[in-house]
């Protein structure tokens, strides 16, 4: 009985062994397998992390020359503007010198003008009548006027009155 029972706790015992070898060897498997799935799983996370990282630096550096480009465009279009402003100054400043240059020389014809019909009419009575009549005549022409009143010094009454009916007949005429 002894035997039989010694054979039979030996081979329970055997397989108890085999057994915990193969529950051991099944173990060491499962702990395999959750290993190489936590390898796989920090794997892929790596790599998932590594695409969003490398996804999120290129929106950076696209928003960052996005915004360097704004700011150049912006730069460049105020460069455009102060030049703009410049030339326009220029230009006023040289028409205000042009027609501060053109003044002076109206004003200097002017005087001369002046000066010259002054003493070419002083001494000679009929060419200042006739200057008169034509000065008058033209004034009329350019008024166009069915009554005029007709301003003069004093020294020079006596021939405007003079000179009068002349005009007043040209004027008709014409």
Known sequence: EMCIRDSINAEYMGILKMNEVEAENTIQQMVNLIDNEAKESIEELRKKTEEECSIERENLIAEARKKLRMEYEKKLEDYRIQKKIERSAAISKTKITQMAERNKLI????????????????????????????????????????????????????????????????????
Request: aromatic share 2%; net charge positive.
């Open 107 to 174: 004003d200097n014809i002017r005087t001369e003008s002046a000066s010259n019909l002054t003493s070419q009419l002083t001494g000679n009575v009929e060419t200042y009548k006739k200057v008169l009549k034509e000065l008058i005549l033209q004034g009329l022409l350019k008024l166009m006027e069915i009554e005029v009143k007709i301003r003069c010094r004093k020294s020079d009454l006596e021939i405007v009155k003079e000179v009068l009916p002349e005009v007043s007949l040209a004027y008709v005429n014409k």
